[in-house]
């Protein structure tokens, strides 16, 4: 497994390794946490996260039926995983009238569970909210198969660069789903990997419940993430955390201490030992908001899927139809790996003949524009990582670009 990165801030991405021995345990965001997986669990959902490649110089356009039917299995495997272990505590613990009220449902008062006080309120209301976000999601279904490479550039885009925060509201479809084929490895509260599969995004009114996100009409619009992870001792756990979407100028960074401590307050306030479990929450952010900001940005590499019929003989119990799914990089990420591949060529280079000057690269950033008459209006488009200096090296550097899709 790749270590992983000493920046706080961010994670890096690998494929899954070898389970380490049991010796830590998942940073219990509301003791959020799932059981051991069962062998089913592991035959069925590791293995769809492999996905062959042909080498960063080798564009990967052709979405194959094998491909859409893969990426639907996931979608429906992350789901389900994330879903079923707080089903299980919310029923043996009678409390399931929570879910409906989280999804904003009139329910009979009669039926509605009583506070226990303390807690384990938060606990179980965050368990609800797990339930109904999956359950939001299950209305339409929508997954985006994320390309590894774009997904790394976006871990790594610069955080401090200004843009307005109501960009966020423009997600292209309701309550998606982000499906990371190459898991990210981001560093837990005790500084182990923990990868990533995957995160679920719906919304969350004033009113404290679970809407689509085509729904929210509050002036601060609130999305509520559930992401499934597996630490390194290998059980699979999800943890809740938050991000909105607020008017006026903002940053990636800004938006990650929003969304600390919009999570910290949903734990019940300030609490003084869980500095480390923050963190953790905070490199999760990172991960959320970089990917939301690309799909809320102009044009984004995003292309849908061929329609694929059933396997016969094989039936989704949970509702029957398959996930919409949507490619998200399959252009623009072979192009990012094939940009970095030609930058360690020039860096090897100009290392080779003495140089002094190396290649400096601008890593990917949001850039806002204005358009519409009188240029009121704000976009804001996502910039590839750019070589900065590729005059220094005259004609050794042509073609080290990355192209607009």
């Not at 390794?17 to 830590?24: A, I, K, L, Q, V």
């Not at 989704?316 to 490619?327: L, S």
């Not at 890593?363 to 900065?388: D, M, Q, Y």
């Amino acid at each position: 497994m790749t270590p992983p990165s000493p920046c706080l801030d961010r994670g890096t991405f690998s494929s899954p390794g070898p389970t380490p021995g049991p010796t830590f345990t998942l940073p219990g965001v509301s003791s959020r946490l799932l059981p051991p997986p069962s062998d089913y669990t592991k035959a069925e959902l590791i293995p769809l996260l492999a996905r062959a490649r042909s080498g960063p110089e080798a564009p990967r356009t052709h979405y194959t039926r094998t491909d859409f039917r893969s990426a639907s299995s996931l979608a429906d495997r992350i789901t389900t995983e994330i879903e079923s272990a707080h089903s299980e505590a919310l029923r043996a613990a009678g409390l399931m009238g929570l879910v409906p009220m989280a999804l904003g449902e009139d329910i009979d008062p009669s039926h509605m569970p009583r506070p226990r006080g303390g807690l384990g309120d938060e606990m179980f209301i965050g368990r609800a909210e797990m339930v109904a976000a999956v359950r939001q999601w299950r209305r339409t279904k929508v997954a985006y198969d994320l390309d590894p490479d774009l997904s790394e550039s976006l871990v790594d885009m610069e955080v401090d660069t200004e843009f307005p925060g109501e960009v966020l509201r423009h997600l292209p479809h309701p309550d998606p789903l982000f499906m990371l084929r190459r898991p990210a490895v981001v560093a837990d509260s005790e500084g182990a990997p923990s990868e990533v599969l995957g995160f679920l995004v719906v919304g969350r009114p004033a009113l404290r419940g679970v809407c689509s996100t085509s729904e929210i009409t509050d002036d601060t619009p609130m999305y509520l993430v559930s992401a499934l992870v597996r630490p390194a001792h290998g059980r699979l756990g999800s943890v809740l955390l938050f991000a909105n979407a607020a008017a006026g100028t903002t940053t990636v960074s800004k938006m990650v201490d929003d969304s600390v401590s919009l999570t910290e307050l949903a734990e019940g306030g300030p609490r003084s030992a869980d500095t480390a479990t923050l963190g953790y929450v905070r490199r999760l952010a990172v991960l959320v908001i970089s990917h939301m900001l690309y799909m809320c940005s102009d044009r984004p590499d995003v292309m849908p899927t061929p329609s694929a019929a059933p396997m016969r003989g094989r039936h989704n119990a949970k509702g029957g139809r398959p996930a919409t799914v949507y490619q998200v990089g399959w252009r623009l990420g072979p192009a990012i790996a094939a940009f970095n591949s030609r930058v360690a060529r020039l860096r090897e280079h100009a290392v080779a003949l003495g140089g002094s000057v190396l290649p400096h690269i601008r890593r990917g950033h949001p850039h806002t524009f204005l358009h519409g008459p009188g240029r009121i209006w704000k976009k804001v488009r996502w910039v590839a990582p750019t070589l900065v200096n590729a005059a220094a090296f005259g004609d050794v550097a042509q073609g080290v670009i990355i192209p607009v899709f």
